[in-house]
C-alpha cells in the first residue's frame, strides 16, 4: 500500500539550514564546473522535487560565482501548496539579499549580482516517473530529498532521463540510514531499525530504496559508463539546532510506531525522554545523506 506524504512548507524550511550546511561543498563545485563547462547559455536546470525552492536557493548563487550568469530554472513537485510558497520564499530570500525579483505570471525572475535566473514551477506527479519529462540536450537534472522515496524502477527511468539529456546530475541529501545518538539509550537500535524498516515503505512511487537509493543510482548511472562521485552530507543536530532535532525525533518516533504498533508504549518514552534531552540541549544526533554528482560520459571523439 503506498503512503505518499505531504512536506509542509515549514518543515522544509526548518532543514534547509542545516541541509545548506552538510551538503558537500566539493560535489556542488564540481556541479558547477560542469554547468559552466556545458554549452547551453542559459544554462537549463531542472529541479524534481523542487518543494517550495531551496536546491534554486542553495545552488543558483553558487552556479552565479562559477560564471553561470544566465540560468533557466524548472522546478517540479505534485504539491500545489509547496509550488505557491516557492515564489514567496524566493522573493523574501531575494529581498535580504539586495536582488530583485520579478513575478510574470508563467513564472518569476530573479536578477541577483552577476547573474540572473527565470524560474518556471511545474506542478506533476512524479510518481508517474521520469522518462517522458521533456528535457533538452545539456540540461542539468538536480533533486534533493527525494531519492530515499523512490523505486528501482523509478531510478531506471530517472537513468533513462538524464542519458537522454547528456547533462551533469546533482543529487543531494539522500537518506543513507545513519542515526547516530549521544548520550546512549537503550532504545536507540529498536527504533532505528523500525525506522529503516519504514524507509522502504511504498511512498507513492513502489517500494521505496529508502537508504540504498544512492548506492543504486551510482550502480545504475556506472552500468551506463556515467563517471560518478559520491560524499557523506550528514547533519549533526544538537543544541545549536534543537527544533530540528526534535522533530527529526518525533518524525522517527513516528515512522517506528507505523512500523510496529506493538511497540507504540516503548517507543513513544523514547520520544519522551529524546525530546526532553533535545529540548534541554543534552542530545547529539547524526543523521546520514549522500549527494552523488554524475558527469555525462566523455563523447567517443574521433577514433585514433
Ligand atoms: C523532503 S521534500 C524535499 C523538497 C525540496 N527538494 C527541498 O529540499 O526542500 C520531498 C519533496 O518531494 C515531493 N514529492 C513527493 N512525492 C512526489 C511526487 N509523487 N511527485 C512530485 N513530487 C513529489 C514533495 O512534495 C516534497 O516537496
Known amino acids: 500500500m503506498s503512503e505518499a506524504r505531504s512536506f509542509d512548507a515549514d518543515w522544509l524550511a526548518l532543514r534547509a539550514p542545516a541541509d545548506a550546511v552538510a551538503r ?13 563547462a556545458g554549452e547551453q547559455r542559459p544554462a537549463r536546470l531542472l529541479d524534481l522535487a523542487a518543494g517550495t525552492g531551496a536546491n534554486l536557493r542553495f545552488l543558483a548563487p553558487r552556479l552565479g560565482a562559477a560564471g553561470i550568469a544566465a540560468q533557466t530554472w ?16 524566493c522573493r523574501t530570500w531575494a529581498g535580504s539579499n539586495g536582488w530583485s525579483l ?71 541529501l539522500t537518506d543513507d540510514g545513519l542515526l547516530r545518538f549521544a548520550p546512549f539509550d537503550a532504545l536507540d537500535a529498536t527504533v532505528a531499525g523500525l525506522f529503516e524498516a519504514h524507509q522502504h515503505r511504498d511512498k507513492g512511487f513502489g517500494p521505496a530504496l529508502g537508504t540504498t537509493a544512492t548506492a543504486v543510482l551510482a550502480g545504475l ?42 511497540r507504540t508504549t516503548e517507543t513513544e518514552a523514547w520520544l519522551a525522554r529524546r525530546v526532553s534531552q533535545a529540548e534541554a540541549g543534552g542530545l547529539r544526533l547524526v543523521v546520514g545523506h549522500r549527494d552523488l554528482f554524475a558527469q555525462p560520459k566523455p563523447s567517443a571523439g574521433p577514433t585514433p
Request: glycine fraction near 8%.
Open 24 to 36: 558537500s561543498s566539493a560535489l556542488t563545485r564540481r556541479f558547477a564546473e560542469a554547468v559552466a
Open 74 to 89: 524548472r522546478l517540479v513537485d505534485y504539491d500545489p501548496d509547496l509550488l505557491a510558497a516557492c515564489i514567496d520564499a
Open 102 to 172: 520579478h513575478d510574470n505570471g508563467a513564472g518569476f525572475r530573479i536578477v541577483a549580482d552577476g547573474w540572473h535566473a527565470s524560474v518556471r514551477c511545474v506542478r506533476r506527479d512524479l510518481s508517474r516517473g521520469v522518462d517522458t519529462l521533456p528535457v533538452q540536450p545539456g540540461e542539468a537534472v538536480v533533486t534533493t530529498a527525494l531519492l530515499d522515496l523512490v523505486s528501482h524502477d523509478w531510478m531506471e527511468g530517472l537513468v533513462r532521463l538524464v542519458d537522454r539529456t547528456g547533462g551533469p546530475v546533482l543529487a543531494t
Open 221 to 262: 548511472l556506472g552500468r551506463t559508463g556515467w563517471p560518478v562521485a559520491v560524499r557523506r552530507s550528514a547533519w549533526v543536530l544538537g543544541a545549536e539546532s534543537r527544533s530540528l532535532l526534535s522533530e527529526t525525533i518525533r518524525g522517527i518516533a513516528t515512522a517506528a510506531k507505523e512500523q510496529d504498533p506493538s
